[in-house]
């Protein structure tokens, strides 16, 4: 079972440090309005996006300049998309994915691996409801990609980037239904009924899309190392990981596992180093077998029996070795 | 605001106040969270028969430049009330003075648990409307801008709440009425961090003793528990009965908006 | 940097009409949903919450006396003000009126002055200098678009709702009410958004983005009482006419949220 935990409230009787929390140097309290499960999982329900390296995001492109592109990644953050990181050519308003490669203390966030999405929209949620939306091993957003034949990209900044080809009203409405009811339980069932009635057809949680030609990733296109711990337990404040830099990204993300056992530890739980899924291509492509994306619903809403996620693997490298 | 005697007889041949309370006993109290769409976060507070409606956005950019720091977001609060607010004339338009000085120390409060540093160079904008007034309007203002503050999920070291506390025919009383505020004693309004009872605000007019002082202070203490309560439900409410987002300024004070039920 | 997120918006408008559809699956001439709760305050004399689509604009009427218009001294005081408060939408500062929230206010009272639905002179009080005067204020609390017509509707329900208080010994004594305020016609408004040739009633926030010009057009059962256009497009004459008929047509249904 889960609780609602407020700011200001005790989450642990010993200093911990973890995203979305604050400690005194004697206890750990929460700092905004969160679930808590009874294994010490804290997922908040509300809060900003924290940028950190890894990360893969969608932005629009707001400035041009010489040396490359500023890209707003939503309030408040804007990153920056160097010439000599992307071989790509972008203008004003162009919509992007791109992932973030370095973030310092000020929240500067340098960005790489630009790619292009055209003919589509992007639709806003809030980043900590994204793993909602992405669900176990990506089934909500293929689930919703596949009925209403858009081509979904869900960033980890909360901006979706949700295809004009077809049906981009019933995406959206989807999309804001899953974020309205993000802490829930049977949601995915409840998306699924919706989605039925608006298609006229059974649509199931369970259709795995054939996969469509996925696009060619870019150069050093790989992934998700997912810089665990968003959640209770691995993060590390602030800061470079590791000194990344573009020549870094070819060889993909080791540092994945080491990153997310920082400062973790917390009286024989086990360190979250939970890779976030995939937050890429959502409908068509994919993932499925190839990219092995993470269960990121780590979350357990109030009442819902589900299945465990998956065990945090913290020290588990294989997702990183296959992406290149 | 305070007069040494009153003008008007402040307790009732049984020993209440004016609307019947006990001295040491809140006025009803409605709080919903989550109530404007286009808000980061938002919340109502019904608290006797003041209305009031707090509003955050943020973090976002900060405009003007030059209020910008780079070190931690700006914490902006505005404090205004509604020319249709009071019961006696229609208000003149544009802050007063004492609007002003609210803004101020509301703000300062804030500045206190907002978790600033996490976001530099953004502002996080809280705005309170005084949509009806009826004496305590700040204390209403402190814990609406609270809940709208979790709402926005805005990173906090503690949630706040805040009461006032007064002094009416020699008597400490809690939560003054507007009459009580007009002709009482005294006006102490405080509030305080819900972690550590730590004090963030702390007003005071009139006439106090020293042990007057240290009453008011643990009244008011524990009566903001109470409040801390209610603002603690309004939010958990937010997830455990999703509804549509509207501001149910109807409410009487007390009770608690009911969803219509989904068909 | 939201000016390119506007032009972003546009172009997801505009594609989405040149497939016909509205991104809440509305029709060109459907109002969202209506709601108006009568009288949530108990301090001003009437006061209205119209909800509309995610809109919200609550309306406030206080009644005072004052001394009346130096051309008009047997005629009460009318006035309307709005404001737009920045708690109402992430567009809105804080600071004085801007000329949107000016423009607003001088439209609805227009509607309601034009409408004559208050007799001015019946509040006059005889043997007294001063005359009653009733104050409407529209505070935005919650924008999603169209804010004309929800302010149109919330004036129009307080003013409904308005108790007048007593007037005795030159002084308002408003803890005695001396009737209600029963103006004479139900006046509405309705709003019409122009994209390229295209029009549609009763736009969102984001649909507002994407738009060139506006014309509200406000009615009571028999005549137009006030009309606004806004924004750079302009319309045929043509346009004008097709759309105050289609005005009255729709204010049967916005009358019937009144009720």
Known sequence: MSRIVFPGEVIAEKPVRASYTYTDGEKTYATVISLMSDDGKLVPLEGPYEPLAEDVVIGFVSDVRFAGFTLDLGAPFTGFLSSRDTRIVLALGDIVQVRILNVDEVKTIDLGDGRKLENGAIEKISPVKVPRLIGKR???INMIAHATGCQIIVGRNGYIFVSHTGNHALARQAITFVAAHAHTSGLTDRVAAMLSEACGRPISPDVVPAPAPAPAPSGGYGYFGGSGGREYGGRREGGSRGGHDSRRREGGYREGGSRSSSGSQDGGR???????ENPGEGSNA???????????????????GQENPSPPRANDQTNEGQSQ | MSSKTSKVALTRDDGKRLDGRADDELRPISIEAHVLNDADGSALVIWGKNKVVAGVFGPRECVPRHDQSPYRAVLRCRYNMAPFCSLEEHGRSGPSRRSQELSKVISEAFENVVIAESYPKTAIDVYIDILQSDGGTRCAALTAAAVALADAGIPMKDMLS???????????????????DNFGQSDNPMAFASRNGEVLLYQMDGLLTREEVKAGIEMGHKASREVLKL????????????????????????????????? | MSEIQDELKRDVLRNMLSQGRRADGRGNFDYRAIQIVKNPLQNAEGSALCHLGKTQVLCGVKVDLAMPFSDRPDEG??????????LGSHTFEPGPPSRAAIELARVVDRGIRSSETIDLKALAIEGMDKVQAIYIDLWILDHDGNLFDASMLAAMAALQGTRMPKVEDKKLIRTESAGMLNPKVPVV????AKVDERILIDPTMDEHKGIDGQLTIATTPEHVCAVQK??????????ILDLVDQSFSKAVELRRALD
């Open chain 2, 162 to 180: 805040a009461v006032a506390v007064g002094k009416v025919e020699g008597r400490l009383v809690l939560d003054l009425s507007k009459e009580e």
């Open chain 1, 138 to 140: 990506n089934s909500m």
């Open chain 3, 189 to 192: 408004s309705c709003t019409f």
């Open chain 1, 286 to 304: 994919q993932h499925s077998d190839q990219n092995k994306a993470q269960n990121t619903d780590n979350q357990t809403p109030a009442g819902q």
């Open chain 3, 77 to 86: 005081v009318l006035s309307t003000g709005a404001e737009f408060s920045p």
């Open chain 3, 230 to 239: 806004s924004g750079w497009a302009a319309f045929s004459q043509k346009d």
């Open chain 2, 231 to 263: 603002q603690l439900d309004a939010l958990a409410r937010v997830y455990e009965q999703p509804h549509e987002t509207t501001v149910p300024l109807q409410l009487a004070p007390g009770q608690k908006f009911a969803p219509p039920q989904p068909a």
């Open chain 1, 270 to 276: 086990r360190p979250f180093g939970h890779r976030r």
